[in-house]
């Protein structure tokens, strides 16, 4: 059974940075691709950004490109985000998933999910 796991997430202020972590197991990384997804109050959840283990193609929204990173830790079975530049609208539960990227890409279809960790931005 795929199990996700996130943490890193907390309170920072606008320019600052995070590292979010996501701990795989269960087979996790036997899926296409690994990402990050988040969901803010009154906002239809959305695609962050995603790791293809096949071809190591990485994937970003447009709202984020040049200030995520996503990479991996194969020895610790880890996905990372590391996020710079962060400005409030950024604020939101952001979520690990493991699936196809067409899945992660469009945010649907997505079986596996870990819980979840808050990112809030302080202006």
């Known amino acids: 059974q795929v199990q996700l796991v996130e943490s890193g997430g907390g309170l920072v202020q606008a320019g600052g940075s995070l590292r979010l972590s996501c701990a795989a197991s269960?087979?996790?990384?036997?899926?296409?691709?690994m990402g990050w997804l988040r969901h803010a109050p009154g906002k239809e959840r959305e695609f962050v950004a995603a790791f293809a283990w096949s071809d190591g193609n990485t994937y970003y929204a447009d709202s984020v490109k040049g200030r995520f990173t996503i990479s991996r830790d194969n020895a610790e079975n880890t996905v990372y985000l590391q996020m710079n530049s962060l400005s409030p609208e950024d604020s939101a539960v952001y979520y690990c998933?493991?699936?196809?990227?067409?899945?992660?890409?469009?945010?649907?279809?997505?079986?596996?999910w870990g819980k979840g960790t808050l990112v809030t931005v302080s202006s």
């Open positions: 998933a493991a699936g196809s990227r067409a899945q992660l890409l469009r945010s649907q279809g997505i079986h596996y």
């Open positions: 269960g087979g996790a990384f036997s899926s296409d691709a």
